[in-house]
Each structure stands twice: as C-alpha cells, then as structure tokens.
C-alpha cells in the first residue's frame, strides 16, 4: 500500500507559484479502505460493550442515589455508543438531578419568606464509577486483548457472524 503522494497544481492565472495550494492523491485507497471497513465494524461491536459497562456503573449508582421520593433514581439509565458509555440522571421533570448531585450555593423558596440553605453535593454517580473503576478499566484491557488477537480471517468471520 503506498500512502499519501504530493504533487503541484499548476499556477493560477496570476502565474503566482507561491500561493497555489497543494493536491494530494491517495494510492493503494481500496487496501485502504477495507482496512478501515473492518476497524468500522468494531466500533459497532463496541456500542454493546460500552452500555454493558455502563450498565455496572449504573447498577452501583442505583445503591448510591439519595432517595426521598424515589423519581431520580428512576431517571437512572445507562447507554452505549461507538467511542464511549454514559450514565446519566434527570429528566425534564426531574430537574433536580445536577443540584443533588453537584450542589447548590443558595435556593430560593421565597414562598416561605427566606432565600432557603444550600444544598450539599452527593456525587453518587461519580462515587460509583470510583466503586466500578478497577473492574471497567480490567474489561477494557481484555476486550482490546480479544479484538486485537484476532486475525483478519478471524475477523471476517466474527464480522459476518454478527451480521446474521
């Protein structure tokens, strides 16, 4: 596979050599490109792997939300994309969810005449990455030992696997 070649564009109409921005052209570009359809292909794997991780997370987070009425630990969902896993809290109609989990200086409850005290942070949802992070950081290791033991035949057939 050759890789990336420079060549010139020719001068402008002014005959000005200096200013004219160079071409580029790739060589070897189908290689190239499966290469790279393969590596594609994990990423979608790794959507799966990313909301199984979250989901651990997510599990230690549920023992850790603070609870009065029990609305924000329902708003505690997990998901899973190509390049990372979140773990998320409130909604719309829990708003509440960066205030308990952050705190807040001062609210207002003018209704009973004073500006009301602050609120303490309870980072539940970070205290639970904290609780999870040596077994996170363990599948990750293992999972990029899988992917990358693999042989291209291997991952042709894992690949047409997952399609089916």
């Known amino acids: 596979m050759t ?17 004219t921005p160079k071409m ?3 060589q070897g570009d189908k ?9 594609d292909s994990k990423f979608e794997d790794l959507k799966e792997f990313h909301q199984d991780l ?26 899973g994309t190509k ?26 409850n003018l209704s009973q005449g004073h500006r009301g005290g602050p609120i303490m942070p309870n980072p539940f949802l970070y205290e639970a ?9 363990q599948a990750y290791f293992d999972k990029v030992d899988e992917l990358s033991q693999m042989t291209f035949n ?3 057939a894992y690949d047409n696997r997952r399609r089916r």
């Open 3 to 19: 890789w990336l070649k420079s060549r010139k564009e020719p001068a402008n109409e002014k005959g000005n050599m200096a200013r």
């Open 83 to 108: 390049t990372a896993g979140r773990v998320r809290a409130g909604f719309k109609r829990v708003p509440y969810a960066g205030p308990v989990h952050f705190g807040w200086a001062t609210r207002p």
């Open 31 to 39: 290689e190239f490109r499966k290469m790279i359809s393969v590596l």
């Open 24 to 26: 580029y052209s790739l």
């Open 154 to 156: 291997e991952r042709r």
């Open 54 to 79: 979250a989901e651990i997370v997510m599990a230690r987070a549920l023992t850790r939300v603070p609870h009065r009425s029990g609305k924000l630990k329902e708003t505690i969902r997990a998901s």
């Open 129 to 137: 990455l904290d609780d999870r992070r040596d077994e996170v950081i």
